[in-house]
């Protein structure tokens, strides 16, 4: 057993001991949803004041407003019941370092783990790589507050979410822990 694997079921074996939440309903009680990246330093919980069964956390790199995220927040809309969406990226954003172009590029040479230095990124070893790279939009990142504005732009004019739900716009500061609200996103999102 790996030290991760053995290292999660203990704390989970913990949490259950004392766990006290299996009556929370299944719509979220606060009637919204989050969606912001996977960066390991966001915690949505701590930066928004959640407990569990408050809200939908939707997850992916650089929080994008992917086919499967908008299709998480019509889910928990239609379903569920939410009323207002957030859509928050972050400082220091690793969706920021690389463009498809390069992701292709070390896809293709190699499926290892690539390495990042002051002259960009670099595979550490041969092959095999795949081409099947090329054929995924990456959703890569130039500018946070446009992208911002980009993605609610994307779930407000999408022809399954409704106009009268809210899509605030905001960035993740990761060195002061604040949210930073994209007023055109917001603006756009009303």
Same mark, same amino acid.
Request: aromatic share 8%; hydrophobic share 40%.
């Given at each position: 057993?790996?030290?991760?694997?053995?290292?999660?079921?203990?704390?989970?074996?913990?949490?259950?001991?004392?766990?006290?939440?299996?009556?929370?309903?299944?719509?979220?009680?606060?009637?919204?949803?989050?969606?912001?990246?996977?960066?390991?330093?966001?915690?949505?919980?701590?930066?928004?004041?959640?407990?569990?069964?408050?809200? =939908?956390?939707?997850?992916?790199?650089? %929080?994008? &407003?992917?086919?499967?995220? #908008?299709?998480? !927040?019509? $889910?928990?809309?239609?379903?569920?019941?939410?009323?207002?969406?957030?859509?928050?990226?972050?400082?220091?954003?690793?969706?920021?370092?690389?463009?498809?172009?390069?992701?292709?590029?070390?896809?293709?040479?190699?499926?290892?783990?690539?390495?990042?230095?002051?002259?960009?990124? =670099?595979?550490?070893?041969?092959?095999? %790589?795949? &081409?099947?790279?090329?054929? #995924?939009?990456? !959703?890569? $990142?130039?500018?946070?507050?446009?992208?911002?504005?980009?993605?609610?732009?994307?779930?407000?004019?999408?022809?399954?979410?409704?106009?009268?739900?809210?899509?605030?716009?905001?960035?993740?500061?990761?060195?002061?822990?604040?949210?930073?609200?994209?007023?055109?996103?917001?603006?756009?999102?009303?």
């Amino acid at each position: 057993m790996s030290t991760i694997l053995n290292e999660v079921l203990m704390a989970n074996r913990d949490y259950a001991t004392n766990f006290d939440k299996g009556d929370l309903p299944m719509p979220p009680g606060r009637h919204f949803a989050i969606l912001t990246c996977m960066d390991a330093r966001l915690d949505p919980a701590k930066y928004a004041g959640l407990s569990e069964g408050d809200a =939908h956390v939707i997850r992916n790199a650089g %929080g994008r &407003a992917s086919d499967d995220a #908008i299709r998480s !927040l019509v $889910i928990s809309y239609k379903l569920l019941g939410t009323r207002e969406w957030f859509v928050v990226h972050h400082t220091d954003c690793g969706m920021e370092t690389f463009t498809d172009e390069i992701m292709r590029d070390l896809l293709g040479s190699s499926l290892k783990t690539a390495s990042v230095d002051a002259d960009g990124w =670099h595979d550490c070893c041969e092959g095999p %790589g795949s &081409a099947e790279g090329k054929y #995924i939009d990456w !959703l890569t $990142i130039k500018d946070q507050a446009q992208s911002v504005l980009e993605d609610v732009v994307r779930i407000k004019s999408h022809p399954l979410v409704p106009s009268d739900i809210p899509v605030y716009g905001y960035i993740y500061d990761v060195k002061s822990g604040r949210l930073i609200e994209v007023p055109e996103a917001t603006a756009a999102g009303a």
